[in-house]
């Protein structure tokens, strides 16, 4: 009996291996899933995953193509710039490279646009300047808008994100800017001039204990960080264990903090409505106080 060996026959094929250099920024690790999403995709998706639904940072440029009708939006105020009243150390630095970064003065982006139509005056936070915090400046910008609001009869529209709050840097002059901006957006109340407030993901300190929380609407979106401090500086301070999610748009919209939590691609279809609804009891308002005045006596 003859027995046959099987031979095995090694090839052996030089391949020449070829890196292949993919672009920095192409992929990213979602935060939410863990799952790598191309950038493209998360930029159309308005910087939402499309798979676990994490909402990401949206860029002012972005928010403002989200919300405003294509071409309406004209800015103002754009040169404002803050200085180092206080000689911070570095502060004159970190501002340098926010404003390189962004290609802005500040981080308020403040302008003239319109909605469906419907001409609002806009602002919106710049959470890649220094975290969306508030200065000198970014306490002007939002003041001018208010006021601009009063003089045009126009409503306003504040999108909020930042984690910064106040800006140490400039000490009281920034704090002072809280009791400021309340005061512009509390005389466009008196005057019936419509304010609505948005709130996004991260919206802290000083921000959100002033004219983030002060809108006659207020809308915020899906699972946003809301509050004035963290929540282990308040679990210190007051020696309790704190709910949990106790500072997200849910939670802020159970206990009545806020009116409503929208989804951000739904954001500008829900404004229409509520800006018309606005405006007709402004208009309704105002001929009520005019009907009110005692007629003119000739003679």
């Known amino acids: 009996m003859v027995w046959f060996r099987k031979k095995k026959v090694f090839t052996t094929i030089n391949k020449q291996e070829k890196k292949v250099d ?20 998360i930029k159309r998706n308005l910087f939402i995953c499309p798979r676990c639904h994490h909402y990401y940072v949206l860029p002012v440029e972005d928010r403002l193509n989200s919300l405003v009708d294509e071409g309406t939006f004209e800015e103002f105020d754009a040169s404002l710039a803050s200085r180092n009243p206080l000689d ?9 490279k926010a404003q390189k970064t962004t290609g802005r003065h500040e981080a308020a982006v403040t302008g003239r646009g319109e909605i469906h139509g419907i001409p609002v005056i806009v602002t919106v936070l710049d959470f890649s300047f220094m975290g969306g915090s508030m200065g000198s400046v970014v306490g002007e910008k939002i003041t001018r808008a208010a006021e601009r609001c009063l003089n045009d009869e126009l409503p306003l529209i504040i999108v909020s994100t930042g984690g910064g709050g106040a800006r140490m840097h400039e000490g009281m002059l920034s704090l002072m800017q809280m009791a400021k901006t309340s005061a512009a957006i509390g005389r466009l109340k008196q005057h019936g001039i419509p304010y609505i407030s948005i709130i996004a993901n991260p919206t802290m300190g000083g921000v959100a204990a002033s004219f983030a929380a002060l809108g006659d609407v207020i809308l915020a979106e899906p699972k946003a960080l809301i509050g004035f401090a963290g929540p282990r500086v308040i679990e210190q301070t007051i ?13 802020l919209l159970q206990h009545g903090m806020i009116d409503a939590i929208i989804e951000r691609p739904k954001l500008r279809d829900v404004l229409k409505p509520l800006l018309k609804h606005m405006w007709l009891n402004q208009i309704a308002l105002r001929v009520r106080e005019a009907n009110r005045k005692p007629a003119l006596v000739a003679g």
């Open 22 to 41: 993919i672009p920095k920024g192409v992929w990213r690790k979602c935060e939410g899933c863990d799952q790598y999403i191309t950038s493209e995709e």
């Open 88 to 96: 911070f150390d570095n502060y004159e630095e970190k501002l340098i």
């Open 239 to 251: 020696g309790q264990c704190l709910p949990e999610g106790f500072q997200s748009s849910e939670f």
